[in-house]
Structure formats: C-alpha cells, structure tokens
C-alpha cells in the first residue's frame, strides 16, 4: 500500500494539474493509480488506464455515473449503490470525502477493496465543475481485516449458548471469510 504522504502527493497533483493546466490528460494519464473525473452531475468524464486495469472494464461515457467500477460493496458485503458512493457525495456535499473503503466487484467476479479520493473541483468563480477520484488499493490489508473479523466471529460462535446467536455469527464469519478469500486472503 503507498504511503499517505505519497498519496497525498498524487491527490494534489491531479486537482492542481485539472484546476490549472491544459495537460491535465497528459499528468492524470501518467498517475500511477487508477483515476477519473466526473462533471458536476457525476458523469464519468475521464478515466486512465489504470482505472481500467482496476475496475476489470472500461466505463461507458454518457452512461456511467459517480464511479467506474461495475459494482460496489460495502465491507461488510451490503451492496453500495453507485448514487450512494463517496464519488456523490463529494459532489453532492461539494467537499472531499476521506476514510471511506470499498469493494468493486468486476466483471469477471473477482474483487478489489479500495480506498476512494474524490475530491471536487470549482472554477474561479466558485461553482463546482466536476471532481476527480484516486483509487487506491488496498486489498491486501482488508482481506487481512476480514479474515481477522471472520475468526473473531468463529470463535464467538462457539462460545455462544443462544443457538439463534451463535448461527448468526458463524454466518457473519462466513460471509466475512467469503470476502476475504475473494480479495485473496488464506481463511482458514
């Protein structure tokens, strides 16, 4: 996973380079993480070909909006409704959204856990023209946390007397582990 400082670093170059230059395709293309824009209504604008790489597909202009993945989730496996994802709401709140993770399932079935920044964009005169979204992946360190979560579960389960309770959990460390071993984490 990069190093915040370093991601922040990336963050600042692309809203720089879109606020302030007319090469703004040539430095977002040359990002090493997957990134796009939007307009102010949330309509994909622009993608690089990490974004491609990452999402499994390459999003549709004109029909994608707010993300370029084909689905998301929540971690805990809830489906995210694209209106709903911290791309909208960086536009629809007209301000950054930080801490938030996510998992887009491509289209091949396999999924990535990420950590999203939009990051909304205003002209000189203050209105919001769009916004722009790093995604950085960090499937590695939540398939750990839900494998960690799926063997807290387990382990509840067993101690449970309330069978009610107890299937409750070992659901939820299923679900967790299913997750897990889907982002590539060894679940015992």
């Avoid at 974004?51 to 499994?56: I, Q, S």
């Avoid at 597909?57 to 998301?72: A, H, K, N, S, Y």
């Avoid at 791309?87 to 999203?116: Q, W």
């Avoid at 101690?159 to 959990?169: Q, T, W």
Wanted: aromatic share 6%; hydrophobic share 40%; charged share 25%.
């Amino acid at each position: 996973m990069l190093a915040s400082n370093r991601i922040d670093e990336l963050v600042q170059t692309a809203v720089e380079a879109v606020r302030s230059s007319s090469e703004w395709r040539t430095v977002l293309d040359q990002l090493p993480v997957p990134t796009y824009m939007t307009d102010a209504d949330g309509a994909v604008t622009y993608w690089n070909r990490a974004c491609v790489n990452f999402a499994g597909r390459q999003p549709e202009l004109g029909r994608d909006r707010w993300c370029v993945t084909w689905e998301l989730y929540t971690t805990s496996g809830d489906r995210l409704l694209h209106e709903d994802c911290p791309m909208a709401e960086a536009i629809k709140r007209k301000s950054e959204v930080r801490g938030a993770v996510a998992i887009a399932l491509r289209p091949d079935g396999s999924r990535r856990a990420f950590t999203p920044y939009p990051t909304p964009i205003f002209d000189q005169k203050g209105n919001l023209t769009g916004a722009v979204n790093l995604l950085i992946d960090v499937s590695a360190e939540q398939a750990r946390v839900l494998a960690e979560q799926a063997a807290r579960c387990k382990r509840l389960a067993r101690e449970l007397l309330n069978k009610a309770d107890s299937e409750m959990l070992a659901r939820m460390a299923n679900d967790y582990a299913a997750t897990a071993a889907a982002l590539g984490a060894k679940v015992s």
